[in-house]
Structure formats: C-alpha cells, structure tokens
C-alpha cells in the first residue's frame, strides 16, 4: 500500500505528465481560448519529436533542434489552418485528425526509414546526449525522500526540473495573454466570429496566430516526452489527442491551471486504479494483462461522472455553462 | 426639421441624389443560383439621417445589409462610403473604417461579461497584438480609457449594473442594447441596425428608440432595416422600399407609405398593421 502511494504521487511530477499538461496548454490556446476543435495535438507533438531528435542526431545543437521543432509545428499549423480556418470549425477536426494520422503513417513508412526510423522509430541514446550532458545532477541513481530516479538518464531528475519549468513558463504565458486585450478577442472569436469580424478585428489571422501558438507548444510537449521515452510514431496515434482532451475538461478548459491539475490527476489516477485493482481483484478473477483495459475503462466512467456532474471541470465556472447555446 | 432638413430637395423616386451621401451603391446585384436576390441599380444613404429600408418578407434588404458590411459579395456592383470604395473590403476593415453594423439575431458573447464585451468594441488597442500582449505598460493606459468609455456607455445604456455579469444572462432586450452600445464604442461614423426592435419587448421599445434618435443628434448616420411600421414612421427621417431586390420607392414615412406601389407589393391588406412577428428573408 505504501508503494502504491510512492508510486501514485511519482506519476503526479513525472516528465510524461509534465509533457501532457504542456500538450492541453496547447489545446487550451486552441479549444479553451479561441473554440478551435483541433483533434490533432498528438501530430504537432510527434513533430516536435522528429524535428528535435533527428536534427540532434545528424549532428545539430540543441538549440537548434529546438527551433527545427518549433519551426515544424509552425508550418504545420500555417498548412492546416490556410485552408480551414475561413471554414466553419468542424472543418479543422476533420482535417487535423487526418492530418496527424498522415504524419503518424508518413513517419512510420518504410520508405523514410532512414530519416524517421519507420515503426521503430528513433532511440533514445540517438538524440539524448547533449541534453543529458548539460545535466548539473550526478550520472546515477538519486533518491529525494522516497523516490528514486536516475539523476541524468532519460526520466531522470534532470528532465523533471527542466519539464516542469517548462511547464511552469507556458502556464504564466498563458495567464498573461489571455488576460491580455489578445486574449480577449480569441474569447469574443468563441463566442461568435461575426460579432467580433463586426467590431473590426481580423478574425482569420486571430484564429491562426491560436492555431501556431498552441501547436508549437505541442511541439514542445513532444520534445519533452521524447527525452523521457524515445521518438516512436505510434505512441503518438489518436488515443494521445483524445487523453489531452480528456485532462484538459478535467481540469477545466479556459482556465489556467486546468490542464496541469488535470494532467496530474488523470495520469496518477490511473496508476492508483491499476494498483488498488491488483491488490484487491484476485488473479482468477481479473489476470495481470486485463487490470490495464480494466483501470482504463473505470477511469473512462469517472470521467463520464465528471462531464455530467461537473461539465465545466475541476477548476471552471459553473455559471459560464448556463449560456451554451 | 425645417429649413435644416437635408431630405427637402431630395426627388421621392427610386435612387433619388441625396444632399450629402454617406453611402453610395451602383448596380449591385447578388444572385444565388438562379434568384436574383438584389438588384440595385442606384442608392444613396444621407450622412447624419436616419434611413429606414424595408420592405416584404424575402426582398432583399437584409443581404443588401450583408453586401454594404462586407458580410457577403455581390456579382458585380461598386459601393462607396465616405467616398471609399468598399468593393472586396473584408467585414473588419469596413468596420474599421467606421462603419459598424449589428444583426438580426443579437450576436452578445455570452460568456464573456458585459464590460468584456464593451472593451472588445474599442479600436486602437496595441494590447490586441500578439506580442504587445506580453508587455502591459503598452496598452495599460489606453485599456483604462476603454473602460471609462465603456462605463460611460453603460450608463446612458443602463447596464451599468450589470457590467460584471456574463451577457449571456442578460434578456434579449437588454443583449439589443448592449449589441448597439459595443458598436459604439469604436465611435464609427455609421451604424447599420439590421432589425433593432426583434424579439424586443414594448418596455425597452421607447428607450431603444430614444437611443436611435439620440445618435443621429449627435451625428452619427444610421441605416436600418426594420419590419416595425411604429418605429420606422417615428424615427426615420427617409424610408427607402424594397421588393423583389429593387427598390421601388423613396420617401419620407408618411408619403412612402400612401405610395400605392409600395402598399401592393408591402403593405397590401396588411396596411397599418404591425408585421414584426414575420420572419425575414
């Protein structure tokens, strides 16, 4: 039971759930703030992925990967949203679910094995190096109070203290621009286009400004998550933008700190199920490789609670549900 | 209204010069499909006037407002305001330049508070841009002369109290006037009502119109279209009729209205009757 409580609250600050809360303050650019269906984070991630590690790996600096990641999120946003945006906003899902597969199968594909490394993807120890060089904590196993990580290696502490400061840099970016005049007409294109097309703003170029800004942080979540796994395409399918939709309404959308409550709650909760269900389902009921589907699917119903009873999220306005039209 | 009225030596026919336009319109014609939806060959709006346009249900007047605002694109045709060509401008950049319209069905954003709805009225805010956005000393100053405009409008509005609350719990009478006090918040020139008085109730009627008139005195021109007899005959200085995308006819109320085309192809049995309840095209 101990354990189990060591590893709910390990789950709650590891990199992975610091790169999902990063993806929803994307989706919180898109969805929350501007009303964009963007059903596609996990493309721009997986982006984000390939343009870090692959730039690292023909020999760039970090920076520049970086930037190579950024870069591709950006023209991906721009490609996406040229067509769609003037569209009404049904439109975007569609192309940007699409579109992310595309990426997922092109990254996947044979014929690119070189660039992308097909199906396997990219290993970690190709691209890791020079972030991991830049480690100030000791090359081995560190242990801070009960928990124990490798203080440079892949999930490391290193990567916890850069991943969450990230974190913590786009949460204040997105405190101050939508509490800016910006912000607010982003809210006003939610509410109605026309209106806002009415009092004189370009409504378009809002709308793709929103569109960049959140995959480009995408992009960054998938830099993240790849320094705490490896670049592998399927790991970044539909299920990955359906989870950062999930935490973002569990969090609250629109809020600040929504999709980082969310993000931590959805992944540690899931762990806590898996564990308690070990413990108390015996093994002639339930078998080692069921508790997985099994967890999966009782967080699923929680979750369907939580739309019902609490639609606006942890952290939203109940009174701003009153008015969906 | 005397030897001021600007309309005294305007013709009562259809297209008739006017003394001073603010909007000029010349063969506008939209089709959808194979319905010829308007069809302008000449209109002009006086400046500084209030100017009626109706006419029957499915005659064009609210997609001539849409292709005067840049809400919608004609086939061919040339318009003008303030002597700009407004051909192939966007929605925005017609408002910008100081022409703002409101719509049929009131467009409050409802989760967003009155005052929030205000401010998003204003022009010339820095803090609109991106990267302004980042540094509030660039638009601090003039988001606080935005908000005292915005009170100040609130007031004569009387929504002042409800500046804090989202506008979606407003009534729809109250969502009218709060539609019309963010046009005005960026000071335009114009504004262009499309059916002010629908779906409002008789209490708040007098006081929208009081607001009407009370902007043409200060020199603002408005155009609007309307189904309401009672308030177009009180408040408009012109009425300007159309029927099957023409205009047919141009007059002051009382006269445009003894005119027996525009009783047949309007009016007709309905004459003096209140045809608000009907739905526009």
Known sequence: MGDLLVDVLREAFTPTTAAFA??????????????????????????????????????????????????????????????????????????????AEMVRYLGRSQNFNDLTGASTGIRGNEFKGPFENLSPFPDRMVEIGPFALHGTRSTSWWLVVVAWSIVAIFVVVFWRLSRSPWGRVLKGIREDEDAVRSLGKNVYSYKMQALVIGG???AVAGVIWSLGASVQPDSMGRPTTFWVWTLLLLGGAATIFGPVLGSILFWSSLVLVKGLAALWIPDDVLSQQELEPFSLVLVGITLMGLVIFRPQGMLGDKRELAFND | ??????????????????????????????????????????????????????????????????????????????????????????????????????????KA?????????????????????????????????????????????????????????????????????????????????????????????????????????????????????????????????????????????????????????????????????????????
């Not at chain 1, 996406?80 to 699409?98: F, N, S």
């Not at chain 2, 060959?41 to 407002?65: C, M, W, Y």
């Open chain 1, 216 to 218: 480009a942080i995408g």
């Open chain 1, 22 to 99: 990063l993806a929803a303050i994307g989706l919180n650019f898109h969805f929350g703030l501007t009303g964009l269906l963007n059903m596609g984070q996990a493309g721009f991630m997986l982006l984000g992925m390939y343009g870090f590690a692959i730039t690292i790996r023909e020999g760039g600096s970090i920076w520049l990967a970086v930037l190579v990641a950024l870069a591709l999120a950006v023209a991906f946003g721009v490609l996406l949203g040229w067509p769609t945006l003037k569209l009404r906003g049904d439109y975007l899902a569609i192309v940007t679910i699409a579109a």
């Open chain 2, 109 to 281: 954003l409802n989760r967003m508070t009155v005052i929030e709805n205000m401010r998003l009225g204003a022009a010339a805010q820095r803090g609109e841009n991106l990267f302004a956005a980042f540094v509030p000393p660039l638009w601090r100053q003039r988001e606080a002369d935005i908000t005292e405009k915005a009170h100040e409008l609130l007031h004569r509005f009387t929504l002042y109290d409800k500046k804090d609350d989202f506008a979606g719990s407003l009534s729809g009478g109250q969502r009218k006037l709060l539609e019309m006090a963010r046009a005005l918040m960026s000071e335009p020139e114009m504004v262009m009502l499309d059916e002010p008085m629908a779906g409002v109730n008789p209490a708040l009627t007098e006081s929208l119109l009081d607001h009407i008139v009370k902007l043409k005195n200060e020199g603002v021109s408005v155009l609007f279209v309307e189904h309401d007899m009672h308030m177009v005959r009180r408040i408009s200085d012109w009425v300007v009729v159309m029927a099957e995308g023409r205009i047919i006819a141009e007059g002051p109320p009382d006269s445009v209205m003894r005119n027996p085309e525009v009783q047949e192809a309007y009016l007709g049995v309905h004459h003096d009757t209140d045809l608000s309840e009907e739905s526009t095209s």
């Open chain 2, 1 to 106: 209204m005397t030897d001021t009225n600007p309309f005294a030596h305007v013709r009562h026919e259809p297209g008739a010069a006017k003394e001073d336009p603010i909007i000029i319109a010349d063969h506008v014609v939209r089709r959808f499909g194979g319905l010829t939806a308007v069809d302008v060959d000449h209109f002009e709006v006086q400046r500084q006037a209030i100017t009626a346009l109706i006419g029957p249900n499915g005659a064009g007047k609210s997609t001539f407002f849409n292709l005067l605002t840049g809400f919608d694109k004609p086939q061919h045709g040339e318009w003008h305001f303030n002597g700009r060509s407004m051909k192939g401008v966007s929605p925005a950049k017609v408002a910008r330049a100081g022409k703002v319209r409101t719509f049929q069905l009131t």
